[in-house]
């Protein structure tokens, strides 16, 4: 079983950034695909980033995020990143990280990649 933890959320005007954390139990973290996902008020959940290590990171990002959103890894802590740049009240969401312990479906946009899935963190842009 693992356990994720969001945090890092919070309001923000457009423009502004902010950096979501996710930390995860287990022993074999750096061996984990880890992925974030959000989901808006009224929406489907969609993919947003995600990472594999294999020796370097391997990034999928979904392309409406491409250039403003980095997502990063310390396997020493166990911990996942997303930092959140030039931000649009359309990014508004709660945003959920989720784990693929085995690694081998990562980096996937597909939400059936990943067995466990946090508590999401809401992420509130204003204009």
Request: with cysteine; charged share 15%; proline share 3%.
């Amino acid at each position: 079983q693992v356990q994720l933890v969001e945090s890092g959320g919070g309001l923000v005007q457009a423009g502004g950034s902010l950096r979501l954390s996710c930390a995860a139990s287990g022993r074999t973290f750096s061996s984990y695909a880890m992925g974030w996902f959000r989901q808006a008020p009224g929406k489907e959940r969609e993919f947003v980033a995600a990472v594999r290590w294999s020796g370097a990171n391997v990034i999928s990002y979904a392309n409406f995020v491409k250039g403003r959103f980095a997502i990063s890894r310390d396997n020493a802590k166990n911990t996942v990143y997303l930092q959140m740049n030039s931000l649009k009240p359309e990014d508004t969401a709660v945003y959920y990280c989720a784990a693929d312990p085995s690694g081998s479906r990562g980096p996937s946009s597909g939400m059936s990649s990943y067995d466990y899935w946090g508590q999401g963190t809401q992420v509130t842009v204003s204009s």
